[in-house]
C-alpha cells in the first residue's frame, strides 16, 4: 500500500492493512508522512513520541488523542495543524503501532 493510501483508505482498511506490516514498512510509511507534515528529524520526533507513549497510562481512554496532541504540539504554525488533521490522526495510528511492534520485538526477543 502507498502512503497516500493510508490517508484516503476507509478506517477498517486502514486497520488490516497495518497490522499485516512489518515495522520496516511502517517506518517508511512514518518518514513519509513526518515529510508531508515538514518533520524531516524522524529519530526526533520517535524519540518524544516513545517518551509520551511510556508516559500514559494503558487504561487511559484518549491516548491517540493524546498522541495526537504531541505531534500537533511538533507542528509550526496553526495553519498548518488543521490544515494536516487526517494526516496527524493516520499518522499517530501507525506511530503507536510502530512503538508496539518494536517494544514487543524487543522484549520477545524475536528478530
Do not use: W
Not at 41 to 61: N, R
Not at 76 to 98: D, G, T
Amino acid at each position: 500500500m502507498k502512503t497516500i493510501d493510508l490517508l484516503s483508505c476507509p478506517e477498517t482498511t486502514l486497520t488490516a492493512e497495518l497490522k499485516r506490516m512489518k515495522s520496516k514498512e511502517l517506518e517508511r510509511h512514518t518518514r513519509k508522512l513526518l515529510l508531508k507534515l515538514g518533520l524531516n528529524d524522524y529519530d526526533a520526533v520517535m524519540a518524544t513520541v516513545i517518551k509520551a507513549i511510556a508516559k500514559m497510562d494503558a487504561s487511559q481512554d484518549n491516548r491517540f488523542s493524546a498522541l495526537q496532541a504531541v505531534i500537533r504540539s511538533l507542528l509550526v504554525s496553526e495553519k498548518q495543524k488543521v490544515e494536516q488533521q487526517v494526516v496527524v490522526e493516520r499518522l499517530a495510528i501507525i506511530m503507536m503501532l510502530l512503538v508496539a511492534k518494536k517494544f514487543h520485538k524487543i522484549h520477545t526477543g524475536s528478530n
